[in-house]
């Protein structure tokens, strides 16, 4: 689907309708998480319909590593060579030198959500693993994007800015689906840490918002953010 010139979003249902995101500067593509697929067919059906090819992909590129997230990055790397980029303290997770910390099995809403959280909770997904090649940072530039460290989902969760485009990439403190939300509760592994990277997600002048979970919002993304501030104040 295509958000902006330049900017397509994917996804399915799978994975709680994880989505990814094909970056074209005019430089080459990047590529923002992997979707659940091993082999990531959705991501190169896109490429192939936007006239690309896997040797196009200049920059591999994580949020974080929750399993829905992912899956296709080995095939990826595969096929692109491209490097992988992604917060050190996610990239042995996605390595599979260690598993994920495990998110809360309480309850929250939306309840659509438990059963991705109760997969979390207990590991049951694997996917396949795949080495980091460049541990990021705050400020870092990956093609047309900087790099904003937005931890809280996880503890190396990364959000990233295209300032030219007015675009968010915002991962999981941003969820569309099923109802627009500033992160899914149950998942968050530091609740104070998120809403301090969520009030600074709404600082940006940002008009397209590119979620981690359901479609993104292809204008006035931040005025969106800042609305629903007031929900962050009552998360415990
Ligand atoms: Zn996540
Ligand atoms: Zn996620």
Not at 7 to 23: D, E, K, P
Request: charged share 20%; hydrophobic share 45%.
């Amino acid at each position: 689907m295509d958000v902006a010139p330049g900017i397509y979003s994917l996804g399915n249902r799978q994975g709680g309708h994880v989505h990814a995101y094909l970056l074209d500067d005019g430089q080459g593509i990047t590529v923002i998480d992997s979707l659940m697929a091993a082999d990531a067919h959705l991501i190169l059906a896109e490429l192939a319909r936007i006239g690309r090819a896997p040797t196009d992909i200049k920059h591999l590129i994580m949020t974080h590593a929750h399993r829905s997230h992912l899956g296709g990055l080995a095939r990826l790397k595969e096929l692109s060579g491209a490097p992988i980029y992604a917060h050190e303290w996610e990239a042995d997770i996605i390595a599979a030198d260690r598993v994920a910390q495990p998110v809360s099995s309480r309850p929250w809403r939306p309840v659509r959500t438990y059963p991705l959280q109760l997969a979390l909770n207990l590991n049951l997904s694997k996917h396949p693993p795949v080495r980091v090649d460049e541990y990021v940072h705050e400020g870092d530039r990956i093609g047309p994007l900087t790099v904003l460290f937005a931890p809280g989902h996880s503890p190396g969760h990364l959000a990233f800015y295209w300032p030219e485009r007015r675009a968010l990439i915002a991962g999981d403190a941003v969820c569309t689906w099923p109802v627009f939300m500033l992160g899914w509760r149950g998942f968050m592994l530091n609740v104070r840490q998120h809403k301090a990277s969520v009030r600074r997600l709404a600082k940006l002048d940002s008009e397209i918002v590119c979620s981690g979970h359901g479609d993104p919002l292809a204008a006035g993304g931040a005025s969106r953010i800042r609305a629903a501030l007031p929900e962050l104040d009552r998360l415990a």
